[in-house]
């Protein structure tokens, strides 16, 4: 699930796991080595990605490692009309074309 708009809470968490796991593995990192250098437990590391909860601070400081931190920064961002942003979104996904286009010759 890519589109977190309309996903419940538990399906957002697994996705979040399963990201940091994709973007460990991109930096070559074992659980056991991201575990030394953000000071968590294996055991911590593993039931995140595995889509359990977490506290923010294991969160921030995985992000910190994995040099993610900016992409984080964007969630307060003030000033943004998320509001408008959420509509846009919806709108778009409602428009999508269900079937494929009629060729006419």
Do not use: C, P, Y
Not at 8 to 31: A, F, P, S, V, Y
Not at 46 to 66: D, F, H, K, P
Not at 89 to 95: F, G, P, Q
């Amino acid at each position: 699930m890519e589109n977190w708009l309309f996903a419940t809470e538990k399906e957002i968490i697994d996705q979040i796991g399963q990201k940091l796991k994709q973007i460990r593995l991109q930096h070559n990192l074992t659980q056991k080595q991201l575990s030394l250098d953000t000071g968590l437990s294996v055991s911590t590391i593993s039931l995140i990605e595995q889509g359990n909860s977490t506290s923010l601070e294991s969160l921030i400081r995985i992000l910190i490692r994995l040099n993610r931190i900016k992409d984080f920064e964007s969630v307060f961002r003030v000033g943004e009309n998320l509001e408008l942003k959420m509509k846009f979104e919806k709108a778009r996904l409602k428009s999508e074309r269900k079937r494929a286009s009629r060729k006419v010759k």
